[in-house]
Structure formats: C-alpha cells, structure tokens
C-alpha cells in the first residue's frame, strides 16, 4: 500500500458514512437538530464536506468545487461563497436546508477531485511546510491527517444524529 491509497482509503471511509448518514432521509429530517440547538445532519455533511473542499483545493493549489463547479448556486444558502461553516451560530445551521441527493452530490464531487489529486501523492511530499502561521508550521503531512480526523468526526456526528432522529 502506498501513502497515497492509504490517505484515499481514509477519505473513503468518510464518503462511505457520508452516504449512510443521509439516506432515506428528507430535507426536514437533515435539517432538524437532533438536541434542540445543536448540529443537523445538513450542516454536518455540508461543513466536513466544504473544509475537504476548501482545504485540499489550497493544498493542490485548484479552485475548489464548491465555487468552481456551480455547488454554491445549488445550495443557494445565505452565506459568501468562502464560508465553509466554522464559527457558525444556531441561526447559521438552521439556514442550511438541502436534500440528500444534494448533499451527497456535493461531497461525491469533492471527493472525486480529492482521489484525483492523492492518486499522485508521494512519501516525500509529506513533510513540504503548509502553513507557516502556527507553530510549528504545518507540513502536508499533518494538514491531511488534520482534515480527515475533522471530516470523520463529523460524518461519526451526523451518524449518530441519524440514528439519534430514527428512534424518536
């Protein structure tokens, strides 16, 4: 196995449960908070899936899908085109509203540029320096780890939302 496809294998696992998380489930199943004020479905899947977005699209140096390839405009939510939902208040998740096919198309087609893009990975590309702002600076290595734990934590998260909605 090379880093390449054990990195591909992480993500997949995210898209795997991605998938699980929201099907069968109608627009105001994905949207309704499982706990009153807390993460909804919608939100979890659209926010690991924008950070993916976002993240990876800098480290390849590409435009990211969301903006590139007309997501933002599909999802016609009330937010720049840059937010990717860190920060957001209970009002900012409420406002996200999509349905599973949707949210599922958007992450298929993340995905799809993420595996297009590790396919080339290389061991040696791992320790090249990210992010210089943090101390110490973040190499490649450690922003992938970084965005596959947060990715899998919260895809675990709407899982459990899921199953949290169901025995209502």
Do not use: C
Request: glycine share 10%; no cysteine; net charge negative.
């Amino acid at each position: 196995m090379t880093v390449a496809d054990l990195v591909i294998d992480g993500f997949d696992r995210i898209q795997q449960v991605v998938h699980g998380a929201v099907r069968g489930l109608t627009e105001d199943q994905l949207a309704e908070s499982p706990g009153g004020a807390t993460n909804t479905i919608a939100w979890l899947v659209w926010h690991l899936t924008r950070v993916q977005d976002d993240h990876l699209a800098d480290l390849e140096d590409a435009p990211q899908v969301w903006t590139e390839r007309g997501w933002h405009d599909r999802f016609g939510l009330p937010f720049s085109p840059g937010t990717t939902g860190y920060g957001h208040s209970a009002a900012d998740v409420a406002a996200v509203r999509a349905t599973a096919g949707l949210l599922t198309g958007y992450h298929d087609a993340v995905h799809d540029q993420t595996v297009e893009w590790l396919g080339g990975l290389k061991e040696s590309q791992l320790d090249r320096i990210v992010d210089e702002s943090w101390n110490p600076p973040v190499t490649l290595g450690v922003r992938l780890v970084s965005v596959l734990s947060d990715d899998l934590q919260h895809a675990g998260q709407a899982a459990y939302a899921r199953g949290v909605l169901l025995a209502r």
